[in-house]
C-alpha cells in the first residue's frame, strides 16, 4: 500500500473511531482519547530518532512543552486558529530540533541522553522565568464551550479530539513512510553501526539532523492544542515527567523498529493509563509505565510487534 493509499485509510479509521465516540455518547470518551492520540504522535515522533536512528532522547517533554508555550506566547500576543497554531508549533519546534542535534548529536548513548535531558531542564527555566508566558505563575486559556464546523456545532473538546487525531495520523503517516524510504535505511543504518556507515560513506550527521528536525517538529505539534485542552498551563504541567518517560516506554513496549511499535505501545498502555486513572488514581500510571518495562524488557525485548514477528516465523517454519 503507498503512502496516499494508506493516508486515505488512516483517515477513515480516524472518521469512524470519532463517530463511534459520538454514538457512546459519554464526554469523557474524548478527553481520554485525546490523551491517547496525543501519545501515539508523541512516541511516533520519538521513534524516528530513538527507533529508527538509535538515540535515545530524554528531550521529549522540553518540544512538548515547546509547542504548548508557542501557543500560550500567540494567544496573549494575537490569538489564531489552533490548525495555525500547530504549523508554527512544527516550525519552531523543529528549528529548536535542528539546534539541539547540531549541538549534540556528535556524541553518543548515555552523553547524547544526558546532553537531551540537560536541555529539557535549560527550557524550563526559561519558560519559568519568562513573565509573559506566565512564568512560574502559568496562564489560563480561555475557550468556548462550542465551535463551528462547516455549520455543525460540536463541543470543543470533539474539536480538540479531532484536530489530535489529525496530528496522530500526520505522526504515524510520516513515520511509515521514512521506513520505507532510503532515509529509513540511512537511519537503519546508524542504529545497526554508525562506524561502518560512516566509513561507507553514509552522511550520519545529516541523517540525523534530518531526525532530529522531524522528531522535534512532531512534537511540537502534539503539545500545541494542549493549553487548550487544559485550561491552565504552568511550567510543571507542561515538562511533565509523564511525556518524556511514556514517549520512551511506548515504543519500547510497542516495538522500535517501525511504525507500528508506537502506535500499538500507546494504545494498549494509554488506554490503561485512562483506566486506572478513571478506577484508582492517575498517581498509579507511572508504575504501571515501570511494571510493563520491567515485563517487556525480560519477555519480549523487541517489543509487542518483534514478539507477534517471532511467532510468525516460527509458525511458518513448521
Not at 175 to 202: N, P
Not at 215 to 226: D, E
Amino acid at each position: 500500500m503507498n503512502t496516499l493509499k494508506f493516508s486515505i485509510v488512516s483517515i477513515v479509521v480516524g472518521a469512524a473511531v470519532y463517530f463511534c465516540g459520538r454514538l457512546i455518547g459519554i464526554g469523557y470518551v474524548f478527553f481520554a482519547g485525546y490523551t491517547i492520540l496525543q501519545f501515539i504522535a508523541l512516541s511516533s515522533a520519538w521513534n524516528i530518532l530513538g527507533g529508527y536512528c538509535g538515540y535515545v532522547n530524554f528531550g521529549s517533554a522540553a518540544f512538548f512543552a515547546l509547542g504548548a508555550y508557542t501557543t500560550v506566547f500567540f494567544y496573549k500576543f494575537h490569538p489564531l486558529p489552533i490548525p495555525l497554531l500547530i504549523m508554527i508549533a512544527a516550525v519552531v519546534s523543529g528549528i529548536v530540533g535542528f539546534g539541539m542535534g547540531y549541538l549534540t548529536l556528535r556524541l553518543r548513548g548515555a552523553f547524547f541522553a544526558i546532553a537531551t535531558l540537560a536541555m529539557a531542564v535549560v527550557l524550563q527555566t526559561l519558560v519559568v522565568n519568562w513573565d509573559y508566558v506566565g512564568g512560574s505563575r502559568g496562564a489560563y486559556i480561555v475557550r468556548t464551550e462550542t465551535v463551528e464546523i462547516a455549520g455543525f456545532s460540536i463541543e470543543y473538546i470533539q474539536y480538540l479530539f479531532l484536530l489530535m487525531m489529525a496530528v496522530a495520523i500526520i505522526a504515524i503517516v510520516i513515520s511509515r513512510a521514512i521506513g520505507r524510504t532510503q532515509l529509513g535505511f540511512g537511519f537503519a543504518t546508524i542504529r545497526d553501526d554508525e562506524l561502518a556507515a560512516e566509513a561507507s560513506g553514509v552522511p550520519t550527521l545529516r541523517l540525523k539532523l534530518i531526525a532530529t528536525t522531524i522528531s522535534g517538529a512532531l512534537m511540537g505539534m502534539a503539545g500545541a492544542p494542549f493549553p487548550y485542552y487544559i485550561g491552565y498551563l504552568q511550567p510543571a504541567s507542561a515538562f511533565a515527567l509523564d511525556y518524556g518517560v511514556n514517549s520512551i516506554a511506548m515504543p519500547i513496549i510497542g516495538g522500535t523498529t517501525s511504525w507500528v511499535g508506537p502506535l500499538v505501545g500507546a494504545i494498549l498502555l494509554g488506554s490503561l493509563q485512562q483506566l486506572a486513572t478513571v478506577t484508582i488514581s492517575s498517581a498509579v500510571n507511572l508504575l504501571i509505565v515501570g511494571l510493563l518495562l520491567v515485563f517487556f524488557v525480560v519477555v519480549a525485548p523487541n517489543g509487542l510487534v518483534g514478539l507477534v514477528q517471532e511467532h510468525v516465523r516460527a509458525w511458518r517454519k513448521k
